[in-house]
């Protein structure tokens, strides 16, 4: 992962004052778009069930799937799901850490059936007495084994800004009138954190317009 903490862009988002009444704009501040790649020229997409180095072996599941969700409403490919004991990928015998070999790839693309891998790490998870969550993420073209995308980010709830980002996510997203009681499952509760967390992360993944 060395590699792609060189070429990650602060890309700062800045939110328009203390209000919700604008748009809705997460602020995933550290990821990486190949300039020279298009997503929405992947067909496919495979992700895999993120490792976990946080000590809840719950999360990593937890977090794939929230994030297969968030994906999947983005639209930008076709995406499945893979866990990481799963035959297919095990026979892989890959290291995630690694950079992969043109063997390598064409044998993940003939075995996912699949023209990009999204794979990453939980890099911490603490679900009290406040809400912290780390990610490092990448997505890989099966093609030329090119970076296509990348994510390196810890939300964290005592943050006054994630706390201001998790309401305006509910006001925005929630039906009108049950405003309060989510904001305050948004900081409480570890799958409603987890939602937002990859919502934010789906955000970031934008095709060329």
Not at 75 to 96: A, E, H
Not at 114 to 124: E, N, P, S, Y
């Amino acid at each position: 992962m060395n590699r792609i903490k060189t070429v990650f862009l602060l890309l700062p988002i800045l939110l328009s004052g203390c209000g919700f009444n604008a748009a809705y704009k997460p602020a995933a501040n550290y990821y990486y778009l190949n300039p020279n790649k298009d997503l929405s020229d992947i067909g496919r997409a495979t992700l895999v069930e993120l490792a976990n180095n946080s000590a809840f072996p719950q999360i990593s599941a937890d977090v794939t799937e929230a994030l297969y969700q968030a994906l999947q409403k983005k639209q930008v490919f076709g995406l499945t799901v893979i866990r990481q004991s799963d035959s297919d990928w095990r026979k892989l015998q890959l290291d995630m850490n690694s950079a992969y070999t043109l063997e390598q790839l064409a044998a993940m693309r003939k075995t996912l059936n699949c023209d990009a891998v999204l794979i990453g790490t939980v890099t911490g998870f603490e679900p009290f007495p406040y809400l912290t969550i780390g990610l490092r993420l990448k997505l890989i073209d099966l093609a030329d084994g090119q970076l296509l995308w990348a994510l390196e980010q810890i939300w964290d709830t005592t943050d006054k800004t994630t706390q201001d980002r998790i309401k305006n996510y509910y006001r925005h997203h929630i039906l009108p009138g049950f405003e309060t009681l989510q904001e305050k499952l948004g900081t409480v509760s570890s799958l409603r954190f987890v939602k937002f967390v990859a919502f934010e992360t789906a955000k970031t993944l934008q095709p060329k317009e």
